[in-house]
């Protein structure tokens, strides 16, 4: 079992709808990192969270530390949303490196 | 203030030869991270460098692959005498110090392997 599951692993959606992501992970951390890839390869951070929410735009992260969860969520979602979107964990007793999950895949369609 | 650069973007190698991918960190960041991203699998860590120290090896093969982190000029990620399984996106990130801090990613250099 993978220490940071994403689900789900493909999406689509039409452009306006709520989206929403989820990343479960089986250790202990120091902070979580949400990530965007577009298809051209490049990646993008867009959050880091140790606690609570953080919002930018129309994107929403959450974190529950005792529930080892986090969501992801863009409001009124456009087609330039579309990419992978990654989840990853920074573990709290170790070095900086990141574990990562193996993404969502989100195609939004006008 | 530039981002991460990483070069060459594209590189293509013949089995048995050596690849050199170079990462420059954003100015002010002396930690740098290099990620593998082999085709349909998820980034993976491969080694976590500050200047002129290793500071975790963990994800690198034992075999052909180093890495550096020189005092001036960017970090190195030596793979010696390739095989069509390094062929992978190399990704380099960066950040200003050890910590919980963000983590700034470079473009990737694409390994294709012939």
């Known amino acids: 079992k993978n220490e940071v599951e994403q689900s789900p692993q493909n999406l689509t959606a039409q452009e306006g709808e709520f989206i929403t992501i989820n990343c479960s992970y089986s250790?202990?951390?120091?902070?979580l990192h949400w990530l965007q890839q577009h298809p051209g390869g490049g990646i993008v951070s867009l959050f880091m969270?140790?606690?609570g929410k953080k919002k930018h735009g129309r994107l929403i992260a959450t974190i529950n530390i005792q529930e080892k969860h986090s969501s992801l969520h863009i409001t009124a979602s456009h087609p330039r949303d579309s990419a992978v979107y990654i989840c990853?964990?920074?573990?709290?007793?170790?070095?900086?490196?990141?574990?990562f999950g193996t993404g969502t895949r989100l195609q939004v369609f006008p | 203030n530039a981002g991460v650069m990483q070069n060459p973007r594209h590189l293509v190698r013949r089995r048995g030869q050596e690849a050199r991918l170079r990462c420059s960190p954003m100015?002010?960041?002396?930690?740098v991270y290099w990620y593998r991203q082999l085709p349909e699998e998820g980034l993976k860590f491969m080694v976590y460098?500050?200047?002129?120290?290793?500071?975790?090896e963990s994800g690198m093969p034992k075999e052909r692959f180093s890495a550096e982190f020189p005092k001036e000029g960017p970090s190195i990620l030596r793979i010696q005498q390739v095989v069509r399984g390094d062929s992978a996106a190399y990704f380099c990130?960066?950040?200003?110090?050890?910590?919980?801090?963000?983590?700034?990613f470079g473009p990737g250099t694409r390994l294709t392997v012939t």
């Open positions: 990130a960066s950040s200003p110090q050890q910590g919980v801090n963000e983590q700034y």
């Open positions: 250790v202990g951390i120091s902070a």
């Open positions: 969270l140790s606690s």
């Open positions: 990853a964990v920074r573990l709290r007793i170790d070095t900086d490196k990141l574990i």
């Open positions: 100015k002010g960041h002396s930690h």
């Open positions: 460098l500050q200047k002129e120290n290793i500071i975790d």
